[in-house]
């Protein structure tokens, strides 16, 4: 009897077995190579010192450089997840609504801008923004405009760029959420004397919040480590954090200082996806993006 | 006899007790190894048994000129296959490279002096046999002699081109008079705020910083003022861009109208009808690229190939394709009719109308600067 116990134990450990040891081997071994990383030095030529050092660790917490460029890339994601959650409720609502063919035709849309390379997606803002590009040349055929206006490289098109990736992800989640709420919830609060936007207020937008919560997080930390948006669409002094990491690594041969910010951009993420887990549950996102 | 009739010879050997256990066992294990050495894993083992070597440079028309003229009548007389990377920046294939097995990289085109110091002082750089690579007499003397200096009279890549990083300005914004008459400062011209641009690396800010503040760009006194200046050009700009591609788009489609740009970048744009000017300021950049070999890489082979790369019309096919003039010495080789016409071009073979970066004054303060860049770049 013990012994089927046992068994019975030691089967979801078994059966977890495989993807435990690919999490361990591919994220948490890289991610302890990254923290022995943080207290080495950088060498004069650039290569890397093994050694115990704090230096980088308290380089990055002290200076205001680190913490405003994380502030201000803090900003632009949770700006972008605001603009996602408010663009992104109404499409969900409507293809939650839709019936039939229309549902599934809706969906897709949604799914197609997945097939084309997010690198490709944010240079096309190039083309419709620019001084040449198609908006500026529809506002000076029509004569709206004597000459070309300056749209592009600075915050707001970052920004764009954000939304403009992210909202699928906001939409999906939401879509989700709402397409499990229970119609005869809404038909209940409708009998007991709802208009429909008491109704919404009320039943729907409570009961679709989770999946709001979850778009949003998703949102979040896609926007806070992104690095090619603000390299394509930013203005000079538009870097956010993950183009320090990048510059660290990369340009200036500094991969302990790298793997700091790195460590630093992790856990104001990792923070974020706690504080959603204790009060919403990860199991949610896993259903909007599964 | 073949190793099935040795084989059961041994058996029949042991068998019949004329060798011990030990010893047949043995002998199969030896067998065993001697096979295994000759198998295709075996063949990895032989250093100088070569069957491929690996080439990383900047792609596009250079990779298809290098292709067409060097790599596969490198392979038809060899039997070496070429394999052909690509890499986006100095940067990020040195980041490649720090984290690769020795010999898994072999030859890269790689840019300046200072790229050849960095790749040398961090234990890269191979020793070539410049016997078994007779083209090498053709190439300018002076190119060799900056990067023997650096690395001790040891030889770890062949030039290969060169070109200058000048002021590029569209001509219906910005006569040709004006941009010699501002030289540099044209960068930090408010006339011009939110129309300029530049490129997002440290080293060509502080280089232009240097000659907007009437410093020597090899030995600058004044840092500070450097970095105002960077910082006045930071904030006129449009944009940093960071790639020859965006710099091109920038310019053509009239983002910006002046900028520094790339000698050979800058010509293409104008063979393309765009009515680009380029100027050179006094003390502009001069640049050399190089074909870099790595440490562990199979030397024979490599060498061979870069005889290849370096033949006159390897040389003159790549040159036109990216429109930097050859390595080639143009008293020594008849490098045709369009190489004369790039910018940067120097007939002489001396290259003493370029200055060029001295790679142990800017290589000793990359570390400070790049990070101090990286600072400003951000609006601080």
């Keep these: 009897m013990a012994t089927i116990e046992q068994s019975e134990k030691r089967a979801p450990w078994v059966l977890l077995s495989p993807a435990l040891v690919t999490i361990a081997l591919l994220l948490v071994v890289p991610l302890m190579f990254i923290v022995v990383y943080s207290f080495w030095l950088r060498t004069s030529v650039g290569g ?31 700006i972008t997840t605001i603009l996602c959650a408010i663009i992104g409720y109404p499409v969900a609502y409507f293809v939650a609504r839709a019936r039939g063919v229309n549902r599934g035709f809706l969906l897709l849309l949604l799914m197609l801008p997945f097939w084309v390379s997010y690198i490709i997606r944010t240079m096309s803002w190039i083309n419709i923004l620019g001084v040449s590009g198609a908006l500026n040349s529809l506002l000076l055929a029509i004569g709206v405009i004597d000459e070309p206006i300056q749209m592009l490289y600075n915050e707001v098109t970052v920004i764009l760029g954000l939304v403009h990736f992210l909202l699928p992800f906001m939409i999906l989640n939401t879509y989700v959420s709402l397409d499990g709420i229970d119609r005869a919830l809404e038909d209940a609060a409708n009998s007991l004397g709802a208009n429909p936007m008491q109704t919404f207020w009320e039943v729907t937008l409570p ?25 394509i669409l930013g203005g000079p002094t538009d870097a956010m954090f993950a183009n320090l990491v990048f510059e660290a690594i990369i340009t200036q041969l500094d991969w302990p200082l790298g793997a700091v910010l790195s460590l630093m951009l992790l856990v104001v993420l990792g923070a974020v996806v706690l504080t959603y887990n204790r009060f919403m549950g990860l199991g949610q996102i896993a259903k909007g993006i599964g | 006899m073949d190793d099935t009739k040795r084989y059961e010879r041994l058996r029949e050997k042991f068998g019949n007790g004329d060798i011990g256990r030990r010893k047949f066992l043995g002998l199969l294990g030896a067998a065993g190894a001697a ?8 063949n990895m083992a032989f250093a100088q048994d070569v069957s491929e070597v690996r080439f990383d440079g900047w792609g596009g028309v250079v990779s298809e000129a290098f292709r067409e003229k060097a790599f596969d009548p490198y392979t038809a007389k060899t039997g070496i296959k070429v394999v052909d990377g690509t890499f986006g920046s100095g940067d990020e294939y040195l980041a490649r490279v720090k984290t690769a097995q020795e010999g898994e990289y072999n030859i890269a085109h790689l840019s300046g002096v200072f790229d050849y110091a960095r790749y040398h002082n961090l234990g890269f750089s191979s020793s070539l046999n410049t016997a078994n690579i007779p083209n090498l007499d053709l190439v300018i003397p002076k190119l060799v002699d900056v990067f023997r200096a650096v690395s001790g009279d040891q030889l770890s890549c062949v030039p290969y081109d060169y070109g200058t990083t000048g002021l590029a300005y569209n001509r219906k914004y910005i006569s040709d008079e004006e941009m010699k008459e501002q030289g540099a400062r044209i ?30 760009p090899n030995n600058i006194q004044d840092m500070d003022a450097v970095w105002d200046a960077i910082r006045t050009h930071r904030d006129l700009a449009l944009k940093y861009w960071g790639s020859g591609a965006e710099l091109m788009s920038l310019l053509a489609e009239e983002e910006i109208y002046v900028t520094e740009g790339w000698s050979g970048r800058i010509y293409a744009l104008q063979e393309q009808g765009h009515d680009i000017g380029y100027y050179d300021p006094p003390n502009g950049f001069g640049w050399q690229e190089c074909m870099f070999v790595m440490k562990g890489s199979p030397m024979a082979a490599v060498e061979e190939l870069l005889n290849f790369m370096l033949a006159p019309e390897t040389s003159i096919a790549v040159a036109e394709a990216q429109n930097y003039p050859p390595a ?53």
Excluded: H
């Design chain 2, 35 to 42: 096979y295994g050495v000759q198998m295709p894993f075996g």
């Design chain 2, 328 to 380: 080639l010495d143009p008293s020594k080789v008849d490098l045709g009719s369009k190489i004369p016409t790039l910018p940067a071009f120097d007939p002489t073979g001396t290259l003493d109308g370029l200055t060029f970066a001295n790679p142990d004054y800017w290589n000793g303060n990359e570390a400070e600067w790049s990070k101090m860049f990286g600072r400003v770049q951000k609006g601080y």
């Design chain 1, 207 to 231: 009961l679709s919040v989770p999946g709001l919560a979850a778009g949003a997080v998703l949102c979040f930390v896609l926007g806070a480590g992104t690095y090619i948006t603000p390299v």
């Design chain 2, 187 to 216: 960068l930090l011209n408010e006339k011009y705020k939110g129309k300029i641009g530049g490129w997002s690396d440290w080293r060509t800010r502080i280089w232009y910083g240097a000659l907007q503040t009437d410093q020597d």
């Design chain 1, 48 to 78: 890397v010192e093994a050694a115990f050092s704090l230096a980088n660790w308290q380089e990055a917490l002290t200076d205001r450089f680190y913490r405003d460029i994380l502030i201000s890339t803090v900003r632009i994601a949770a």
